[in-house]
Protein backbone atom coordinates (compact mmCIF):
# COMPACT_ATOMS: atom_id res chain seq x y z
CA UNK A 1 0.00 0.00 0.00
CA UNK A 2 1.33 3.25 -0.84
CA UNK A 3 0.02 6.46 1.12
CA UNK A 4 0.32 10.24 0.39
CA UNK A 5 -0.20 12.71 3.00
CA UNK A 6 -0.22 16.93 1.65
CA UNK A 7 -0.07 19.52 3.69
CA UNK A 8 0.54 23.19 3.73
CA UNK A 9 -2.85 24.53 2.19
CA UNK A 10 -4.75 27.96 3.80
CA UNK A 11 -5.98 31.24 3.02
CA UNK A 12 -4.16 33.96 1.35
CA UNK A 13 -4.74 37.00 -0.04
CA UNK A 14 -3.43 37.80 -4.14
CA UNK A 15 -0.10 38.44 -4.45
CA UNK A 16 0.45 36.05 -1.29
CA UNK A 17 2.67 32.48 -1.04
CA UNK A 18 1.83 29.02 0.24
CA UNK A 19 4.22 26.08 0.31
CA UNK A 20 2.82 22.36 0.49
CA UNK A 21 4.23 19.52 1.16
CA UNK A 22 3.74 16.09 0.16
CA UNK A 23 5.03 12.71 2.02
CA UNK A 24 4.41 9.54 0.38
CA UNK A 25 5.36 6.27 2.70
CA UNK A 26 4.47 2.62 2.23
CA UNK A 27 5.19 -0.81 -0.15
CA UNK A 28 9.13 0.12 0.67
CA UNK A 29 9.37 2.68 -2.35
CA UNK A 30 12.16 3.43 -4.47
CA UNK A 31 12.24 6.92 -5.84
CA UNK A 32 9.21 7.47 -8.23
CA UNK A 33 7.95 10.43 -10.18
CA UNK A 34 5.66 12.79 -8.21
CA UNK A 35 3.38 15.43 -9.24
CA UNK A 36 0.79 17.87 -7.64
CA UNK A 37 -2.63 18.57 -9.54
CA UNK A 38 -5.65 20.81 -8.68
CA UNK A 39 -9.21 20.87 -8.99
CA UNK A 40 -11.63 23.70 -8.50
CA UNK A 41 -15.17 23.67 -7.64
CA UNK A 42 -17.41 22.06 -9.94
CA UNK A 43 -14.71 21.95 -12.46
CA UNK A 44 -12.16 18.48 -13.91
CA UNK A 45 -8.76 18.03 -12.51
CA UNK A 46 -5.92 19.51 -13.79
CA UNK A 47 -2.18 19.29 -13.99
CA UNK A 48 0.23 21.44 -11.85
CA UNK A 49 3.57 20.42 -12.10
CA UNK A 50 5.63 17.14 -12.49
CA UNK A 51 9.00 16.34 -11.03
CA UNK A 52 10.56 12.64 -12.28
CA UNK A 53 13.06 10.49 -9.92
CA UNK A 54 16.18 12.58 -10.89
CA UNK A 55 14.53 16.13 -10.09
CA UNK A 56 13.58 17.18 -13.80
CA UNK A 57 10.35 19.17 -13.35
CA UNK A 58 7.58 20.37 -16.03
CA UNK A 59 4.82 22.76 -15.20
CA UNK A 60 1.28 24.04 -16.52
CA UNK A 61 1.66 27.22 -18.43
CA UNK A 62 -0.15 28.76 -16.13
CA UNK A 63 1.70 28.44 -12.98
CA UNK A 64 5.30 28.67 -14.95
CA UNK A 65 7.20 31.11 -13.60
CA UNK A 66 4.80 31.28 -10.15
CA UNK A 67 5.36 27.50 -8.78
CA UNK A 68 8.03 25.72 -8.17
CA UNK A 69 8.42 22.23 -7.55
CA UNK A 70 10.87 20.27 -5.41
CA UNK A 71 11.49 17.34 -3.81
CA UNK A 72 13.73 15.18 -1.05
CA UNK A 73 17.19 14.07 -2.73
CA UNK A 74 16.05 9.98 -2.96
CA UNK A 75 12.89 10.41 -1.31
CA UNK A 76 9.57 10.78 -2.10
CA UNK A 77 8.60 13.94 -0.40
CA UNK A 78 7.62 16.82 -2.75
CA UNK A 79 6.81 20.58 -1.88
CA UNK A 80 5.36 23.35 -4.32
CA UNK A 81 6.39 26.98 -3.10
CA UNK A 82 3.79 29.09 -4.64
CA UNK A 83 4.31 32.62 -5.12
CA UNK A 84 1.69 35.59 -6.63
CA UNK A 85 -0.90 33.83 -6.07
CA UNK A 86 -4.38 34.75 -7.68
CA UNK A 87 -7.69 33.90 -7.62
CA UNK A 88 -7.61 31.36 -10.09
CA UNK A 89 -5.42 29.05 -8.32
CA UNK A 90 -7.90 28.53 -5.79
CA UNK A 91 -8.80 25.07 -5.34
CA UNK A 92 -8.34 21.46 -3.67
CA UNK A 93 -4.40 20.28 -4.46
CA UNK A 94 -3.76 16.82 -4.91
CA UNK A 95 -0.40 14.84 -4.61
CA UNK A 96 0.31 11.93 -6.69
CA UNK A 97 3.22 9.32 -6.94
CA UNK A 98 3.39 7.14 -10.38
CA UNK A 99 3.84 3.14 -9.39
CA UNK A 100 1.89 1.13 -11.63
CA UNK A 101 -0.54 3.08 -11.15
CA UNK A 102 -1.13 6.92 -9.83
CA UNK A 103 -2.01 7.23 -6.13
CA UNK A 104 -3.35 10.10 -4.77
CA UNK A 105 -3.43 12.03 -1.33
CA UNK A 106 -6.50 13.67 0.10
CA UNK A 107 -5.71 16.85 -0.94
CA UNK A 108 -5.11 20.16 0.94
CA UNK A 109 -7.06 23.37 0.46
CA UNK A 110 -5.64 26.41 -1.09
CA UNK A 111 -8.02 29.57 -1.13
CA UNK A 112 -7.17 33.18 -2.67
CA UNK A 113 -8.83 35.72 -1.72
CA UNK A 114 -8.95 38.98 -3.98
Known amino acids: QVQLVESGGGLVQAGGSLRLSCAAS????????MAWYRQAPGKQREFVAH???????NYADSVLGRFTISREKDKNTVYLQMNSLEPEDTGVYYC????????WGQGTQVTVSS
Open 26 to 33: GSALSVKP
Open 51 to 57: ITSDGTT
Open 96 to 103: ALNFVRTY
